[in-house]
């Protein structure tokens, strides 16, 4: 089955920081990734997408990613975090069946910046 | 303005009572789908209607089941309600483009559910 992992559960940084939150896939088919963010008390929003092409992702705030095949892997990056980051941050796969598809999350990654 | 709407957005209920929860699709969107987002856990996926019929359904118990209605708009109910059901649910709607490889999820801001 498939599944998402979400290396870090709570992270916690100072206003400039670099940011990098680590998720892993197991998936055996083509995969489309997300990242999405959940900033407290809003509606999950998606921060960026791979499909195919550019293994590199750039997305919105600032943010982008990196797909690794050989690694399954979609590291979310961002070179300088502000408070205003301060989230929880969820990977996705996009999983297939029967020609209908769903998304399968990790178990999130709750970011807090300290100004 | 999330472009899916959720009611109610907080519901207090007692085990073994049943719920309702429901959802207006974006827009231009026909398909939806639910996910519970236990705390301090990513959604797990429930099921998906499309075109009036489950198609597919993760790994709950039938004391979860739903249903579509022609103007796409949803309901998640959930009977026997038990202290582990407590979560937030969230309505997914994208739009079914056949063979395309691309559905665009929007979510809701979700029901929060707490079962006493």
């Known amino acids: 089955a498939q599944s998402v992992s979400q290396h870090n559960h709570h992270v916690i940084l100072s206003e400039a920081a670099s940011l990098e939150l680590g998720c892993n896939y197991s998936y055996g088919g083509t995969v489309n990734l997300f990242w999405y963010v959940q900033y407290p008390g809003q509606h999950l929003q998606l921060l960026l997408k791979y499909f195919s092409g550019d293994p590199l992702v750039k997305g919105i705030k600032g943010f982008e990613a990196e797909f690794i095949k050989s690694k399954f892997s979609f590291n979310l990056r961002k070179p300088s975090v502000q408070w205003s980051d301060t989230a929880e941050y969820f990977c996705?796969?996009?999983?297939?069946?029967?020609?209908?598809?769903?998304?399968?999350f990790g178990a999130g990654t709750r970011l807090a910046v300290h100004p | 303005d999330a472009g899916v709407t959720q009611s109610p957005t907080h519901l207090i209920k007692t085990r073994g009572q049943q719920v309702t929860l429901r959802c207006s699709p974006k827009s231009g969107h026909d398909t939806v789908s639910w996910y519970q987002q236990a705390l301090g856990q990513g959604p797990q996926f429930i099921f998906q209607y499309y075109e009036e019929e489950e198609r597919q359904r993760g790994n709950f118990p039938d004391r979860f089941s739903g249903h579509q209605f022609p103007n796409y708009s949803s309901e998640l109910n959930v009977n026997a309600l038990l202290l582990g059901d407590s979560a937030l649910y969230l309505c997914?709607?994208?739009?079914?483009?056949?063979?395309?490889?691309?559905?665009?999820?929007?979510f809701g801001s979700g029901t929060r559910l707490t079962v006493v």
């Open positions: 997914a709607s994208s739009l079914n483009r056949g063979t395309e490889s691309y559905y665009g999820y929007t």
């Open positions: 996705a796969v996009n999983s297939w069946s029967g020609g209908y598809n769903k998304l399968i």
